[in-house]
């Protein structure tokens, strides 16, 4: 897997308690103001850049794994081209230019097709807030196809909204 053209690299403290194994997944910002990956519908801050797997034992060896401690930092991307693990065993195949995100119920880490709830007939504070939550969910759009049964990494156009400042 390969970073095609990321525009930005922001560096965050990455919880020890969550390994990132793999380089693409999506990352949430903690209370803690450390990082973890991002659960089904928790609010996405970016991908990772590579692993925090220590580099100096073979990465490619599971039995030679060695997880950096607490406080290191990791390299976050927030624009640009990546390649993510997409969860698609939801049922929902993913085409070209869908909007791929953490809402529904992906596995942690992976983005799914984004579907968001029917809207209302009429609108109230409450029902534009949860349309609003489930928005800040998206972490870009497909650039590639995936079936809806088969787990892949697609190349994302990541689109990060950050008019509000909480994503």
């Not at 919880?15 to 793999?22: L, Q, R, T, W």
């Not at 990546?82 to 942690?108: E, L």
């Amino acid at each position: 897997m390969a970073f095609l053209q990321p525009l930005n690299l922001l560096y965050f403290t990455m919880n020890a308690a969550s390994a990132v194994n793999a380089r693409g997944l999506v990352l949430t910002l903690e209370s803690a103001g450390t990082l973890d990956i991002c659960a089904a519908s928790e609010l996405p801050i970016g991908v990772a850049y590579k692993t925090s797997r220590d580099p100096l034992y073979d990465v490619d060896n599971d039995a030679h794994d060695v997880l950096y401690e607490l406080g290191t930092e990791i390299a976050v991307v927030r624009d640009g081209k990546v390649i993510v693990p997409a969860h698609t065993n939801v049922g929902v195949a993913i085409a070209i230019g869908d909007i791929v995100g953490m809402y529904g119920t992906p596995t942690a880490g992976k983005v799914c097709k984004f579907v968001p709830t029917s809207y209302p007939a009429s609108y109230n504070a409450t029902t534009m807030a949860q349309i609003m939550d489930q928005q800040k969910g998206v972490v870009g759009i497909a650039l590639e196809a995936c079936t809806a049964s088969t787990a892949q990494e697609i190349e994302v156009l990541l689109s990060f909204n950050t008019t509000d400042g909480a994503n």
